[in-house]
T-cell receptor
Framework: GAGVSQSPSNKVTEKGKDVELRCDPI?????LYWYRQSLGQGLEFLIY????????KSGLPSDRFSAERTGGSVSTLTIQRTQQEDSAVYLC????????????????FGSGTRLTVV | AQSVTQLDSHVSVSEGTPVLLRCNYS??????LFWYVQHPNKGLQLLLK??????LVKGINGFEAEFKKSETSFHLTKPSAHMSDAAEYFC??????????????FGRGTQLTVWP
């Protein structure tokens, strides 16, 4: 597609359940990010995938959070045993990254998945 | 180390007056710099980007930003604010090399209010 697609757009789940959030980046984009934005807060970095490099997982808040990117394209963010503090908008972004210097193109963000844990 | 500092968490202006949103950064390599805007209940939209070409960058909706290496600044300006500019604005730095190549660093955001 023309943009970054995230699904579902909204998710309400019960505390303790597992959820999976999906991100379809722009075709050919090598870099993919997951961020989350809580009410009244800034953007919190979660995880970064770049090409075939090992992902930067330094932003994942706990071991309940994990993410994978299959075939260098679609990414899934999984939250196990959800807690109320996990409620937030989860944003995915993708971009091309040049090998010989840094970013040339701006990242394109998806519309996000609004997760509500009740 | 990389960091982005947006100097004002809130900026209020009257419609038709100039807008200045300030951003300072630190970077180990030649960075790329961006401004994103987020309207209420909307996704992040790229306003403009600097990638080592002209230091004065023009973006959408009449916004501009000037990269000043000596001051490590990338302030966002608009000559005349419009009501529709009310939103949250994020200054973002992307590292140009090293182990964190391509990683984005977000400022905490500046909420712009435009009064009629």
């Amino acid at each position: 597609g023309a943009g970054v697609s995230q699904s579902p757009s909204n998710k309400v789940t019960e505390k303790g359940k597992d959820v999976e959030l999906r991100c379809d980046p722009i075709s050919g984009h090598t870099a993919l990010y997951w961020y989350r934005q809580s009410l009244g807060q800034g953007l919190e970095f979660l995880i970064y995938f770049q090409g075939n490099s090992a992902p930067d997982k330094s932003g994942l808040p706990s071991d309940r959070f994990s993410a994978e990117r299959t075939g260098g394209s679609v990414s899934t963010l999984t939250i196990q045993r959800t807690q109320q503090e996990d409620s937030a908008v989860y944003l995915c972004a993708s971009s091309l990254v040049g090998r010989d210097r840094g970013i040339v193109y701006g990242y394109t963000f998806g519309s996000g998945t609004r997760l509500t844990v009740v | 180390a990389q960091s982005v500092t947006q100097l004002d968490s809130h900026v209020s202006v009257s419609e038709g007056t100039p807008v200045l949103l300030r951003c300072n950064y630190s970077s180990s390599y030649s960075p790329s710099l961006f401004w994103y805007v987020q309207h209420p209940n909307k996704g992040l939209q790229l306003l403009l980007k600097y990638t080592s070409a002209a230091t004065l960058v023009k973006g959408i909706n009449g916004f501009e930003a000037e990269f000043k290496k000596s001051e490590t600044s990338f302030h966002l300006t608009k000559p005349s604010a419009h009501m529709s500019d009310a939103a949250e604005y994020f200054c973002v730095v992307s590292e140009g090399g090293g182990s964190t190549l391509g990683r984005l660093y977000f400022g905490r955001g500046t909420q712009l209010t435009v009064w009629p």
